[in-house]
């Protein structure tokens, strides 16, 4: 009796509650893959690589062009000589023809009332794709020929150099552009035997310097002087005076260029 009684009056266990049931996570989409960003190039080394490549090039046809205009002052040089024996064998001998070193990139030569100037550009330079030797294949096969040295050929009066006539102009006959190749290409005045546009034929040889030399002389020597007008010389400043400006000295007439490789008007 007292066991029933005691199990009777046992308090009935409580139930547990269960925690509430998650829903299952829906599964994670695989992450896409990230998208590689190009590294950027090393523009340092693109200088670099620039800076020597154009450096080197142009360091190689400065030397060239440095080559060409030595020839270029020996073959001068030779000329006056022969010249001035051939004219003082002749009834005239107080014409002279003369040589004068001005420097490394300069020289003269004095013949006549005429001065010849030769002068050496100490920059490398290029030109717009319209310039005619560019569009040649010989140019476009190696980018490197699509830059010159350049010497320039002037006519002076010389005695606007004696008396220093400042005002008094000056007229380029000719430019003469050396690739890297020693190779040229002449422009100018007609009277230049302007060779053909393709340089791939126009090589540095002291022949074709002589002519250019010789038709430059040439070119200076049928190129007269012409007295200006009266009424241009009727008044005279005194700046013009103390100056030694003298109004009344005659001007040349100009060059002739041709249409294609038109220079200067």
């Given at each position: 009796m007292a066991t029933a009684d005691f199990a009777a009056s046992s308090p009935t266990p409580k139930k547990t509650p269960r925690a509430p049931r998650r829903k299952a996570a829906a599964p994670k989409a695989a992450p896409a893959p990230e998208e590689t960003t190009p590294l950027p190039p090393d523009r340092l080394n693109l200088i670099a690589d620039g800076l020597a490549q154009k450096a080197s090039a142009k360091q190689a046809i400065f030397r060239a062009t440095s080559a060409t205009f030595n020839l270029l002052r020996n073959v001068t040089q030779e000329l006056c000589v022969e010249l001035t024996q051939r004219v003082t064998a002749g009834e005239d001998a107080s014409v002279k023809i003369e040589y004068q070193p001005i420097n490394?990139?300069?020289?003269?030569?004095?013949?006549?009332?005429?001065?010849?100037?030769?002068?050496?550009?100490?920059?490398?330079?290029?030109?717009?794709?319209?310039?005619?030797?560019?569009?040649?294949?010989?140019?476009?096969?190696?980018?490197?020929?699509?830059?010159?040295?350049?010497?320039?050929?002037?006519?002076?009066?010389?005695?606007?150099?004696?008396?220093?006539?400042?005002?008094?102009?000056?007229?380029?006959?000719?430019?003469?552009?050396v690739n890297i190749d020693s190779h040229y290409y002449l422009e100018g005045v007609r009277q230049l035997e302007l060779p053909n546009p393709d340089m791939s034929r126009n090589i540095i040889t002291t022949e074709a310097m002589r002519l250019f030399v010789e038709s430059a002389m040439i070119a200076a020597i049928n190129n007269d002087l012409l007295a200006p007008p009266l009424e241009d010389i009727q008044k005279i400043s005194v700046k013009q005076k103390l100056e030694n400006q003298q109004v009344s000295r005659g001007s040349k007439v100009g060059f002739s260029f041709s249409n294609q490789q038109r220079m200067v008007e």
């Open positions: 490394e990139m300069e020289f003269h030569v004095r013949f006549s009332g005429d001065l010849l100037i030769f002068v050496m550009h100490s920059n490398i330079i290029t030109f717009p794709e319209s310039f005619a030797p560019l569009g040649t294949s010989y140019v476009e096969a190696d980018f490197r020929r699509r830059y010159f040295g350049h010497i320039m050929a002037y006519n002076f009066m010389a005695d606007s150099i004696r008396y220093q006539r400042l005002n008094d102009p000056g007229y380029l006959l000719g430019r003469l552009l």
